[in-house]
């Protein structure tokens, strides 16, 4: 089944360029495109809408006060020139904030959250074309009222803590209220692996493993029962690459 999608900006060539982008992607229609939150009501009251890229600032009501307005909203990608919004966007659990003008391998990792987020839905899309990962790829994470930034290359290794979750980074460590499978989703797996049913890894920050443990900064990790025939396949396998 296809993602329909519905695009809101008063900009057309902010719309063109959404659009040029959906194009490239395989079991994506674009059902309307609307210049202001009204006109998208009405789309979204007579047709089905999976997906919503919609701008803040516009006519009438921003995107902001839109979406709060929605009993039922669908998931929405904000596609704005304005990043102080983004705390209240992800406040109103968006998938993704992008920033115009927005590069297709931006639009594509946001493409890719939404299906992390939207369960019955198959996986990421790929991009055909080499795109090197960023080294200021991050995500947002809630401590307390406050609503972080967190560089995944900052990342050592997250502990499950029953409801919560610790993230250890070099500096700091960060609790949030979260379950460790919503953590694993959020991160790419070419870069983190779960190792224990409580530990989550960041494979760049391994400095040495052995069967049954793995060791960042010093700290001993215990490998789970359960993961230890696929973490001891990826840690050989990466081991076998640097010997050759």
């Known amino acids: 089944m296809k993602t329909n ?13 959404i659009r040029n982008h959906i194009q490239k ?14 006109k998208a009501l ?7 809408v999976d997906l919503m890229f919609m ?8 995107g902001i006060e839109f979406l709060k307005t929605l ?23 968006v998938v993704d904030y992008l920033l115009k003008p927005i590069t297709f391998e931006r639009f594509l990792k946001a493409v890719n959250k939404y299906f992390q987020v939207s ?17 200021d790829t991050f995500i947002y994470v809630k401590e ?32 949030t209220k979260t379950s460790m499978t ?15 049913k409580s530990y989550i890894v960041s494979l760049r920050k391994i400095e040495a493993f052995t069967s049954t443990s793995i060791e960042i900064l010093g700290k001993e990790l215990p490998i789970g029962r359960s993961f230890k025939n696929r973490v001891v396949q990826v840690l050989h396998a990466g081991y076998s690459v640097m010997a050759s």
């Open 55 to 62: 701008d803040i600032q516009m006519p009438q009501i921003t």
């Open 119 to 135: 369960s019955g839905n198959p996986g990421p899309v790929e991009n055909h074309s080499p795109v090197n990962t960023a080294d």
């Open 144 to 175: 307390n009222k406050k609503v972080l930034k967190l560089h995944l290359k900052d990342i050592l290794y997250i502990e499950g803590l029953s409801e919560y979750v610790k993230i250890h980074t070099p500096e700091k460590r960060i609790v």
């Open 5 to 17: 999608c519905l695009i809101v900006d008063d900009e057309p060539l902010a719309r063109e360029l």
């Open 25 to 38: 992607l395989d079991n994506f229609e674009i059902v309307a495109e609307c210049g202001d939150a009204m």
């Open 182 to 196: 919503s953590m694993e989703e959020k991160l790419p797996d070419n870069d983190f692996m779960r190792i224990h």
């Open 42 to 48: 009405e789309v979204l009251r007579s047709h089905r």
């Open 71 to 93: 009993k039922h909203p669908p998931q929405v990608i904000i596609t704005t020139a304005y990043r102080e919004y983004a705390l209240e966007g992800f406040e109103l659990d």
